[in-house]
Each structure stands twice: as C-alpha cells, then as structure tokens.
C-alpha cells in the first residue's frame, strides 16, 4: 500500500509515545499507592518510598508532554455541524457502514470528544495532585480539602483509564490507525474512506498537513 500523504510528523509521534509511556508509569505508581492490595506494584519502581516520589513527578511529566498536543491538535478538535450528525449517527459508526456518515475532518466527533475528556481528566489530576502532594503543597490546605482531592483525584484516574482503553481499542479497531502513529503515513484510499473532508483539504491545498 502506497504511503503518501503525512498524518503526523515526527515529533508529534515522539511525544504522543512519550505521553503513553509516562501514562503507563503514572498509571502503575498510582495503583500501586491506590490500594494495598496493588501496592505490589511497587516494586517496579524501587519499593514504596521511591513509588511516592516517583509517581507525582511522573503524573506532571505526562501533563506537560501532553498539554504540547493539546496546543498542537485542538484546533482540529473544535465540534462542527457535521460532528452532532456523526454522534446522531452512532449505530451507522458502530454498524462501520462509513458510507452513510457526514464527511470527516481531520479526527471523527468520537475522537474530539475524548480529547477534550482527556484534557478534562489531566487538568483534575494535576489540580488535585498539587493539594495532595505531601512533600510540597499538601500542608498548605486543610485536610478536608485534600481529602476530597484524593476523592477526586482517583476519579478522574479512572476515568483517563478507561478513556485510553477505548483510545487504543478504536485504534486497533479502524486499521491503519495504529501505522499512522508509528510510521506517520497513510494511503489516499485511507485518508478518503475514514476523513473524508480531510482528505479533501488536504489535496486541495496541495501540502502536507
């Protein structure tokens, strides 16, 4: 299959691997300090003290490497008239009958909505990350409130859990997706079958995108 129009650069596949890879760490220290019966996990990354300093530094390592792609993509992540069709047309997106879908832009109403629910989740567990953090800002606020930011703060750790399930699961799902972010190419057919409008724009112009 020939490979001809760019998806992504170079550096925006670096740093997408680069926020999956913090995630995954982020992910298993917070696990590891969620419940005790996780707390083996902790041994992944040096013991139980190491897991607790680790961890928040990791958590703010994933914010910022991910607040560079929220600068880069969120303007190709605005909703659109042909978004609410898209979402209205839920069982033709499931039923994968493309054909019958409002053209698509550079990313489906399915991925802008979970990218501004990523976003969403990121900034609850930085906020309440920083009240929770012992060490440096914990004692500034009282323990009812760091309290609620723990509350919180597993919350929105599950829901950004769950969230990148359904992202990989829709990327293994829609094939050539998964390519796209390790070589940052697809084919015409791909560009015009699954982003339509994009694939149009893209032509059009005359340039990569």
């Known amino acids: 299959m ?23 760490l982020a992910g298993l220290s917070g696990l590891a300090l969620f419940h005790p019966a996780l707390f083996w996990l902790s041994n992944l990354f040096g013991g139980g003290v190491w897991t607790r300093i680790l961890h928040p530094f990791l958590g703010l390592a994933m914010f910022l490497f991910f607040l560079w792609l929220v600068i880069r993509f969120a303007g190709h992540n605005r909703f659109e008239a042909n978004d609410r069709r898209w979402l209205a047309q839920w069982r033709d997106v ?15 109403a399915g991925q802008k909505l979970l990218f501004w629910v990523l976003l969403l989740c990121m900034l609850v567990l930085l906020v ?6 012992r060490q440096y ?23 950004l859990i769950i969230c990148i399930i359904v992202h990989v699961y829709a990327g293994i799902w829609v094939k050539g997706s998964v390519g796209a972010m390790l070589g940052g190419w697809v084919s015409r057919g ?20």
Do not use: C
């Not at 914990?138 to 597993?154: G, K, N, Q, T």
């Open 2 to 24: 020939k490979h001809d129009i760019q998806r992504y650069t170079a550096g925006e596949r670096s740093n997408h691997w680069i926020v999956a890879i913090l995630f995954i």
């Open 94 to 108: 499931v039923g994968n009958r493309e054909e019958r879908l409002p053209p698509v832009g550079r990313y489906n």
């Open 128 to 133: 309440t990350g920083f009240v929770m953090w």
């Open 137 to 159: 800002f914990s004692h500034l606020f009282d323990i009812e409130l760091v309290r609620l930011a723990s509350l919180l703060h597993a919350a929105a750790a599950w829901a």
């Open 190 to 209: 791909w560009a015009r079958k699954h982003h339509r409008a994009w694939y149009e724009e893209v032509t059009r112009e005359g340039r990569k995108p």
